[in-house]
């Protein structure tokens, strides 16, 4: 997600219904819980006008009533990571992710020194102990034009970097940047657990991933009708380098594609994955917290 999007995503139609509960527990790897719950607070807000703990809960537990009793709450920006972070302290099913998205890292501002300054702050928050990955970060060469890329591109290094520093995960954001996103990983040496969110890419970009040892991280764009190649790109994937995400309050699985989405949903990502990977329910789910539990640690420390 990026900032352009907003949280208007979130308003459209009625609320999907809880879907049937998974027969074993499962996760959430990736949710913007603050544009699920609310409206994202302006630009420059700081860290006011953030959601309730108690409508958030509120969203938790409807997750867990369904197998979904892990979630990672995901920042793009300062503010958020912030909220996010401490979102995570306040809340044993969460953690947290911290990052400048690169939407925001390409998009110019008046003082140059502005992103020096949002990414030390990252680097604070990531020495947090419920923070447990540096993301979402990446390229995207989508939504920021080409007079973005370099600040982008020198966003997403730093962010590796800081990364590896604190031993944290790495979340990637990737728009129609592949190429470059396994170059810039080559230089920098990906961290030991490399996410691509919310993976695009077909089977020739999944066995490049998976061959590197990073993990594919896919959402409810699994389950759309034209996306045959991203069921491709899952059958070749093991089942330790899988993880499912809803990217909520965005990309709402069949058969409620352009509703608001919320992890309560994510049972329907799974079903569709079991599906494409051709694995059994119960060993999909466990071995999808397995991942979760490899890559971003334990959510009871």
């Known amino acids: ?32 819980l603050d544009i699920v719950v609310g409206e994202r607070p302006a630009h420059g807000a700081g860290d006011e006008g953030w959601p309730d703990d108690d409508a958030v809960g509120a969203e938790i537990a409807a997750a867990t ?27 044993r099913q969460v953690l947290a992710a911290v990052a400048i998205h690169p939407n925001e890292a390409g998009e110019g501002r008046a003082d140059d020194r502005w992103l020096d300054t949002a990414l030390a702050e990252i680097d ?16 995207d060469r989508f939504r920021t034009g080409p007079e973005g890329w370099a600040a982008q591109e020198a966003s997403f290094r730093a962010h590796i970097r800081i990364a590896k520093e604190h031993g944290l995960a790495l979340v990637i954001h990737d728009r129609d940047a592949h190429d470059e996103i396994l170059r810039v990983l080559e230089d920098e040496g990906a961290p030991e657990h490399t996410v691509f969110h919310c993976f695009s ?11 590197r040892g990073y993990v594919l991280s896919f959402a409810g764009t699994l389950t759309f009708a034209n996306a045959g190649y991203l069921r491709e ?22 058969p409620y594609r352009g509703r608001p989405n919320a992890s309560r949903l994510v049972p329907h990502t799974v079903r569709a994955l079991a599906e494409a990977t051709g694995t059994e329910l119960v060993q999909l789910c466990e071995a999808l917290t397995s991942t979760a539990l490899r890559v971003f640690g334990s959510w009871e420390e």
């Open 124 to 139: 604070r928050l990531a020495a947090l102990p419920r923070v447990r990955a540096v993301g979402e970060t990446g390229l």
């Open 233 to 254: 790109a899952a059958a070749l994937t093991p089942v330790d380098q899988l993880l499912v995400e809803t990217d909520a309050p965005f990309l709402t699985p069949v």
């Open 201 to 211: 890419g077909d089977v020739a970009f999944a066995r490049a991933c998976v061959e």
């Open 65 to 91: 009533a369904v197998g979904i009793p892990r979630l990672v709450q995901v920042g793009v920006d300062v503010a958020s990571s912030r909220w996010s972070a401490g979102l995570a302290d306040r809340h």
């Open 1 to 32: 997600m990026s900032r352009s999007s907003s949280s208007r995503a979130n308003r459209r139609g009625e609320l999907p219904p809880d879907p049937e509960p998974l027969p074993s527990p499962a996760l959430d790897s990736h949710t913007h």
